[in-house]
């Protein structure tokens, strides 16, 4: 089956960097080397990522790259950086929020995220290959583009970071995973360097798609 491309609308509800450098303050991944600080604009860089967020550069491979390790690759090689940014949505926050059973919505900046958006239903299962583009308005486009990889993992992190805002809800960092699997949101890397303001329409642009199944 084959899927033509389409285009989905959104808008940018915040824009996000994370302090390169910073004190761990967690136990695990340390919630101060997540915590993502609302900002007017960002600056995507291509081959690079987002300026001035730790998460922007070359990129080491680590105990998540599975596949390299069982292949025989050894950890601290440079690999390519398909993090270079992180986005979340407005609908899938407030899932997240509800399975947690929270009294009150999540923090903007507590998932690491780069981006806030809303109006692009199910976000987190964008397919690898969506470009996201941006508009001031109608007369005037961005520059910058994103490329979607694909789902952003949960992980123990921002649970640590939520339990700080929601201290009377007990275990956040074991629950938030599960919680958050498949709206999490995604990474990907910057395709057209540019600005991104608050603000801003999104447009991602959904690739043609066909399923592979050698066995068919």
Not at 82 to 94: F, G
Not at 122 to 149: C, S, Y
Not at 203 to 208: K, L, S, Y
Request: proline share 6%; glycine share 10%.
């Amino acid at each position: 089956m084959i899927r033509a491309a389409f285009e989905v609308r959104g808008r940018v509800e915040a824009v996000l960097v994370t302090a390169e450098h910073g004190a761990v303050t967690s136990g695990t991944y340390g919630y101060g080397s997540l915590m993502a600080t609302p900002v007017r604009k960002i600056q995507a860089v291509r081959g690079h990522g987002i300026r001035g967020d730790r998460h922007a550069g070359a990129r080491l491979a680590d105990v998540r790259e599975r596949e390299l390790r069982a292949f025989g690759l050894p950890s601290g090689i440079e690999i390519a950086n398909h993090r270079e940014y992180s986005a979340v949505s407005v609908e899938e926050l407030a899932a997240i929020a509800q399975a947690l059973n929270l009294p009150g919505n999540i923090p903007h900046g507590c998932l690491g995220e780069n981006l806030v958006v809303s109006g692009i239903p199910d976000l987190t299962h964008l397919p690898t290959g969506t470009m996201l583009f941006f508009r001031k308005d109608e007369n005037t486009i961005r520059t910058a583009v994103l490329v979607v990889w694909g789902e952003n993992t949960p992980c123990r992190g921002p649970g640590e970071a939520l339990q700080t805002y929601f201290p009377d809800q007990s275990e956040l960092a074991q629950r938030f995973p599960k919680a958050a699997v498949s709206k999490r949101g995604i990474v990907g890397s910057v395709y057209v360097s540019g600005v991104i303001h608050t603000g801003d329409a999104v447009i991602a642009n959904i690739p043609r798609q066909r399923l592979y199944d050698p066995v068919q």
